[in-house]
């Protein structure tokens, strides 16, 4: 930390916040920075730079690249992730493993799939409930996928067998999830949801159990999309066996 002398210092919970508070841009990590400093119990002396060049002038004067910049008892601190350090709070890492996506898209599955259920049924927990989660998860998943289909498909050929073959395969997967499970919602045209949920789950089932149980390779999975730092394995396994099990169930029910 670097002292500035020239920042106040009479009250130890008091700090001093420079940010961009602009016409057309207020710096969100700014907001943060203020609010968590309050919830904090801190005083805020909020200094707002309006111009671009009165920012560049302030980034110049203390030697920093960024804004905000927080000062506590004469001292600068940091940024915002800079902050929450100080304070003793968790800083995420941009690289470290996170459920937290699977988590979301599989629980707000299960909550759809509950709603769905009481509306045309009347009953929270069904048959169709489990029917209605498996559909509706499948889609949630394919959301995630087709918001940048070219990095899943990077993602996806690192391990899908088939892909390797046909790379085409890896572009198609994600679409051809999203139609099965939107027609399963609807229990339309089990002749085109059902063959393309046994193919894709059976196949992806395969890959992954190869690749993670037989070659032990440490790999991130595609499932979530292809940003995700979700590791390969269980949860890959458990999305493409879902969906091999629900076609199998809507084939002979």
Not at 29 to 52: A, I, M, P, S, W
Not at 55 to 68: E, H, I
Not at 95 to 123: E, N, Q
Not at 128 to 144: D, G, H, K, P, W
């Amino acid at each position: 930390m670097n002292d500035m002398s020239s920042v106040p210092t009479t009250n130890e919970k008091t700090a001093t916040v420079y940010r961009m508070v602009m016409e057309k841009h207020v710096c969100p990590f700014g907001l943060k920075t203020v609010h968590l400093l309050k919830k904090q119990g801190y005083e805020v002396d909020d200094h707002h730079l309006t111009t671009r060049e009165e920012t560049d002038a302030f980034r110049d004067k203390y030697g920093v690249k960024t804004t905000p910049q927080t000062f506590i008892g004469g001292q600068r601190v940091g940024g915002y992730e800079e902050l929450r350090e100080y304070f003793g709070k968790p800083v995420k890492d941009p690289d470290a493993t996170s459920y937290k996506p699977v988590i979301a898209i599989f629980g707000m599955g299960a909550l759809m799939a509950l709603a769905v259920s009481w509306l045309l049924a009347g009953v929270l927990l069904s048959v169709l409930t489990a029917e209605l989660f498996i559909a509706i998860s499948m889609c949630l998943l394919a959301i995630q996928k087709l918001l940048d289909v070219g990095s899943f498909a990077t993602m996806f050929l690192g391990y899908d067998l088939l892909a390797r073959r046909w790379v085409p395969y890896a572009y198609l997967y994600p679409f051809g999830e999203g139609l099965a499970g939107v027609l399963m919602v609807a229990h339309a045209f089990d002749w085109i949801s059902v063959p393309i949920a046994l193919f894709i789950g059976g196949v992806g089932a395969v890959s992954v159990f190869y690749a993670v149980y037989v070659q032990k390779r440490e790999l991130k999975c595609a499932c979530v999309g292809g940003g995700s730092n979700v590791p390969l394995g269980f949860v890959s396994l458990t999305e493409n066996v879902m969906m091999f099990a629900m076609g199998l169930w809507m084939l002979f029910t």
